[in-house]
DNA sequence: ACTTACCGTAAGCCATGACTTACGCAAAAG
DNA sequence: CTTTTGCGTAAGTCATGGCTTACGGTAAGT
């Protein structure tokens, strides 16, 4: 049930934008708000709401914490992802069948 | 950017019930919202909402609407959330080396 | 020791959205 | 034609959560 926490962090744009800045690699809480939208204060906000989510790491370098991606944190979110995906074409396959067995005898 | 739309779609727990409710295949409104513990114009309104995002599709049968799960639907969504795993894994990765590094060399 | 930099948290405001009840419309049933 | 079934939509209520300002606390610099 863990990847019901990723999702709703990834809904918010703002926490998108800052999970994506750390794409490039880890960053300082001041580094990430830097030209963003919202003040610091929202941007430590959010990095305690990813961390809760388990999607970010972080760790104390002096005065400033620097927070990173955690790939384990995504790894739910992906496997429940591809489940539904299969689960959800082969269902969509059998669709398509049984609409062509209707399309041939259309009134029972 | 259309994998936005698929997130704050699946950020709601009932839609994200509604959605499971049809992995198993079609549904019409009815029976989706039939044991649910929303009532039915709910799951009218979140059908809306996950049909805006493409993640089903739907069609008439007599009185009634059946909705199924558009497979497509789920693409973006999956490739957004793979080059983002991939991307950060490699960062990660690096960080691992770095971090070896000043192991080895603790104070410059 | 004092100041400065960097950050997390508290309190409060306000917009968003999820839910309910009430209503209207189309297709099948009678 | 009338009734019933199944569904979407409108209006209104209420909770959730994202943002801001203000504050406190720790570590580095001087």
Redesign the interface.
Same mark, same amino acid.
């Given at each position: 049930m863990t990847y019901?926490k990723a /999702? %709703?962090c990834? $809904?918010d =744009?703002t926490r +998108?934008k800052v999970? !994506?800045r750390? +794409?490039?690699? =880890?960053r300082p809480v001041g580094e990430i708000a830097r030209g963003m939208s919202v003040s610091r204060p929202a941007v430590s906000q959010h990095l305690k709401a990813l961390k809760n989510a388990g999607l970010v790491t972080d760790r104390a370098a002096g005065t400033q914490r620097v927070y990173?991606? %955690? =790939?384990q944190g995504?790894a739910p979110? +992906?496997a429940w /992802? %591809?489940q @539904?995906?299969d !689960? $959800? /074409?082969s $269902? @969509?396959q059998?669709?398509v069948a049984r609409d062509a067995r209707h399309r041939k005898d259309p009134k029972p």
């Open positions: 019901a /999702l %709703d990834l $809904a =744009p +998108r999970l !994506e750390l +794409r490039a690699g =880890p990173s991606i %955690d =790939p995504l979110l +992906r /992802l %591809d @539904f995906w !689960e $959800a /074409l $269902a @969509f059998q669709e």
